[in-house]
């Protein structure tokens, strides 16, 4: 089963970038790796998607090496509206896990001035 | 404007009511889904519907009742709920209920914030 795990929290001040690393060791041939950001009492919001290397987009960057046993989301440049929870989710939404897309606890990203 | 309209954003409801939740979405998507998020813990899979047929449903209690008419609503039906069902509940939709090699992202709405009484 393709769990995840990332730290429950990280601090940065505002113009750092910000890398968030999930590990997720028994990741499937066919899985995706999709990261979501969720701001309090919103639902999550898609960041960014990939399968494997690099994919960037307008919001983040994704890394994610050859082996795909971990996944790293860069935010350049932060500031204090990208304090929110950030999510890492792998699968192939209701294939894996018995047919379940399991979100995780989420990491809490704090934008300090 | 996250092309998923939940309604109402707030509900207070006693045990003994029963209410409706409401959701739409305006992205042409097929397959809809009800999430439950109580404080502090992850999002929770409630139900999925696909093509309006439905095809995952986490072991619910009976008190929730979805329902979906057509591929841009979705419902939950709630009665005789407990304080503990108190939560953010959020509908997302995606463009297809996956299968293997294929993946398609989540888009959810804001939620409404149910509190039992």
């Known amino acids: 089963l393709a769990k995840t795990t990332q730290p429950i929290s990280m601090d940065s001040y505002e113009g750092q970038e910000v890398n968030i690393t999930c590990s997720h060791n028994n990741i499937a041939t066919n899985d995706y790796i999709t990261w979501y950001q969720q701001f309090p009492s919103q639902g999550p919001r898609f960041i960014i998607q990939g399968y494997k290397t690099k994919v960037t987009n307008e919001v983040a960057s994704l890394f994610i090496p050859a082996d795909r046993k971990s996944s790293t989301l860069s935010l350049p440049r932060v500031s204090l509206s990208d304090t929110a929870v950030y999510y890492c989710?792998?699968?192939?939404?209701?294939?894996?896990?018995?047919?379940?897309?399991?979100f995780g606890q989420g990491t809490e990203l704090s934008v300090k001035p | 404007e996250t092309g998923v309209t939940q309604t109402p954003r707030h509900l207070v409801m006693g045990m003994t009511n029963k209410k409706s939740l409401k959701c739409e979405q305006h992205?042409?998507?097929?397959?809809m889904y009800w999430y439950k998020q109580s404080a502090k813990k992850p999002l929770e899979l409630m139900f999925v519907y696909s093509l309006e047929e439905r095809v995952e449903n986490n072991s619910v209690p009976s008190r929730f009742s979805p329902e979906c008419p057509n591929s841009s609503h979705l419902f939950l039906h709630l009665h005789t709920l407990q304080p503990e069902d108190s939560a953010l509940y959020l509908c997302a939709s995606s463009q297809k209920w996956t299968s293997a090699a294929e993946n398609s992202p989540l888009h959810f709405g804001n939620g409404t914030r149910l509190t039992v009484t």
């Open positions: 992205l042409g998507h097929n397959a």
């Open positions: 989710l792998v699968g192939v939404a209701f294939y894996n896990q018995g047919g379940k897309l399991i």
